[in-house]
């Protein structure tokens, strides 16, 4: 293969990655519509007996709005909180669950945040979790 034609095929491919990643800044990072939820509650207090006392609680999100709730990612702030959740759509008036389990590591009051991404407004939804974790009985 001459010179000619490995620059041609060079090229070619530099400009088809170039098209590829200008289409898909363009129209594949499309807003999704904006829907509004109905928490259960924003403020979970909690009573742990104990370090390494895992405790769950489920709240639930209510889709208010006229578009599907789309559920990005829920972040917490903290390992000793993690937070299980629906990956389908949540249609108009229909509740999804989300299953926020706590760990306790230290004993005290513990503030922890759950952050919740959505095609909501305001995004993130933060849910605050309080727990008093109790000293462990000898």
């Not at 503030?111 to 933060?126: C, G, M």
Request: proline share 6%; net charge positive.
């Amino acid at each position: 293969m001459n010179a000619f034609w490995k620059n041609s095929l060079y090229y070619f491919f530099i400009v088809c990655l170039l098209g590829w990643a200008v289409w898909n800044f363009f129209f594949s990072h499309q807003p999704k519509p904006l829907t509004s939820v109905m928490p259960t509650t924003t403020q979970i207090n909690l009573r742990v007996a104990g370090r390494g006392t895992i405790k769950d609680t489920v709240i639930y999100l209510q889709n208010i709005g006229t578009e599907d709730l789309l559920l990005d990612t829920i972040g917490t702030d903290c390992g000793c909180t993690v937070a299980k959740w629906h990956k389908e759509p949540v249609k108009s008036g229909e509740k999804t669950p989300i299953t926020i389990r706590f760990e306790a590591k230290e004993e005290g009051i513990v503030l922890r945040k759950v952050e919740i991404h959505a095609n909501i407004d305001p995004n993130p939804l933060i849910i605050n979790v309080k727990a008093t974790v109790l000293p462990q009985k000898e």
